[in-house]
């Protein structure tokens, strides 16, 4: 449960905000099938990673995997693009919190409840990973309640003409174009892999964690995504950070006390995965030190266990991040890091039972090679739109990867030269 709890945690942000920006690249259907074309992706990758994460149980996630398989420099590529998807998701959540709240108490300041969240929960995460996933199961379990209750609250209300206005508007360049946000209903959910270290019985748990998770979120996207989108003009919805309760407001009218409650609640989906986030970014940021990537500071814990250094440098990227972007920039870039990383892990996937047959494998890749194959395929095709769409931040994140393959080509190959050696010694 707790695993299920951090898989759908890590992610149910997304189908609170974010993705409603797609529907202004593509129109609601349009949008509808880059979110279909996504989710298939999303399914196939984590029936197939899952086989990675129990043959190789290891806080660095894709990072070891690529490693593994692919030596130094593999590692680097899929440790990096880790690094980039979760150290950018927490501050384009904490926007939201703080656009969530605003609609409670319209006086209060937006940008600075999102930097609140931000130091909130590194500190939180100070304090050990067995108390923040009891905290993550429970926020959790109100978010999908919650979302539960929205599909049932607008249902009444859908039009089917309200769906279908101006559902093509952005043609075949728009489905393209909203990749992103569809990629944003699900991202983060390779997450639960960085706390593999830390699971009592990764053989058995992690599968039933992650499957159930991915399986939950899939029903979750669509169903939000159909809900709002009928029930009102959702060219209103598609350009703000809070569109679950202005669907509401649509649906309900704009004076009825639901509004507020709704936002509210919501705020704890936001929280649970800004949560979840931050743990699955401070310990890649752990793991990534660890192997030399990064300098060893990182790999510092406390009392509880808690990478403490990392925990910090996640929340001052975090705070960094809310002063200089905005929310659908910071999001592209975290899903750029995504599908870099995706496509290197199945690519992963496929050297390691090339070149280590006889590795302990408790769960393999169901339809092998079609599931992995489907995903990397999906994986490299949505790299190549994101390029082509956001070549402005596509050359920010090589000229983060720049920087990052100096600084391991000077520094982090001979400690990983060195430990490697020591453990063959």
Not at 203 to 216: A, E, Q, V
Not at 288 to 303: D, E
């Amino acid at each position: 449960m707790h695993l299920w709890g951090l898989a759908v945690g890590l992610v149910i942000s997304g189908e609170y905000f974010g993705w409603s920006y797609g529907w202004g690249q593509a129109g609601t259907m349009g949008f509808l099938v880059a979110t279909v074309v996504v989710a298939i992706l999303y399914t196939t990758f984590i029936f197939s990673f899952t086989e990675l994460t129990t043959a190789l149980p290891s806080a660095g996630g894709p990072f070891t995997y690529a490693h593994h398989a692919f030596g130094p420099w593999g590692g680097f590529v899929a440790g990096f693009s880790t690094l980039v998807e979760f150290v950018f998701a927490p501050p384009a959540i904490a926007f939201a919190v703080g656009k969530y709240i605003t609609v409670v108490f319209p006086d209060l300041p937006a940008a600075g409840l999102a930097a609140v969240a931000v130091i909130g929960f590194g500190v939180l995460n100070l304090w050990g990973v067995k108390q923040t996933a009891q905290f993550e199961l429970a926020v959790t379990l109100l978010a999908v309640a919650e979302l539960c209750v929205f599909m049932g609250v607008t249902a009444p209300h859908f039009k089917t003409e309200n769906f279908m206005h101006n559902a093509w508007q952005g043609g075949v360049p728009g489905i393209f174009a909203a990749i992103p946000f569809a990629i944003w209903f699900f991202l983060g959910i390779e997450g639960v892999a960085m706390a593999s270290e830390e699971v009592v019985n990764p053989n058995r748990d992690l599968p039933r964690g992650y499957i159930s998770g991915i399986l939950t979120l899939v029903v979750l996207a669509l169903g939000v995504m159909l809900a709002a989108g009928g029930v009102g003009d959702w060219q209103a919805l598609a350009q703000i950070d809070f569109p679950i309760p202005r669907a509401v407001q649509m649906a309900l009218g704009e004076t009825n006390p639901w509004n507020k409650i709704f936002a509210g609640i919501g705020v704890f989906g936001l929280v649970a995965s800004l949560n979840g986030i931050v743990i699955g970014a401070s310990r890649q940021l752990f793991a990534v030190a660890r192997a030399g990537l990064l300098p060893m500071a990182l790999t510092r814990t406390n009392r509880f266990q808690s990478p403490h250094v990392a925990v910090l440098v996640t929340t001052v990227i975090g705070l960094l991040s809310i002063v200089s972007g905005t929310t659908d920039q910071v999001i592209t870039l975290s899903a750029l890091g995504a599908v870099l990383m995706y496509l290197v892990s199945m690519a992963s996937l496929f050297q390691l039972r090339r070149k280590s047959p006889n590795l302990p494998r408790p769960f393999k890749a169901p339809l092998y090679p079609f599931f992995p194959a489907v995903a990397l395929v999906l994986s490299a095709g949505c790299l190549v739109a994101m390029v082509y769409y956001n070549l402005m931040l596509s050359g920010i994140f090589l000229g983060l990867m720049a920087v990052g393959a100096l600084y391991f080509r000077a520094r982090g190959l001979k400690r990983l030269n060195a430990d490697e050696g020591m453990a063959g010694t």
